[in-house]
């Protein structure tokens, strides 16, 4: 079974920085897909970002530019680095993992906040 635990996140000033880390086990890093996603108060849960080991990554257009997604094979782990953070940057963020013929398998969750 695949369990993914987000650590990292925090309260912040608008236009700091905070780095996410999802560490993956029960599954190899290069078996799957990874994203973030995030769900601020209200809204539907959105997506951020993915990445695979083999390279591929992209950005919903509201991060890109700010945020980067990273991996680290050797720790079975995929990072968020988030920079210039925006109120509108506030929500919890979750981290996935996607692997063909297994069902997705999310983490419980980080909160962030930017805020003065």
């Known amino acids: 079974q695949v369990q993914l635990v987000e650590s990292g996140g925090g309260l912040v000033q608008p236009g700091g920085s905070l780095r996410l880390s999802c560490a993956v086990s029960?599954?190899?890093?290069?078996?799957?897909?990874m994203a973030w996603y995030r769900q601020a108060p209200g809204k539907q849960r959105e997506w951020v970002a993915t990445y695979t080991t083999g390279g591929f990554t992209n950005y919903a257009d509201s991060v890109k530019g700010r945020f980067s997604i990273s991996g680290d094979s050797a720790k079975n782990t995929v990072y968020l680095q988030m920079n210039s953070l925006k109120p509108d940057d506030t929500a919890v963020y979750y981290c996935?993992?996607?692997?063909?013929?297994?069902?997705?398998?999310w983490g419980q969750g980080t909160q962030v906040t930017v805020s003065s």
């Open positions: 029960g599954s190899k890093l290069s078996l799957n897909i």
């Open positions: 996935k993992g996607s692997r063909p013929g297994f069902a997705d398998s």
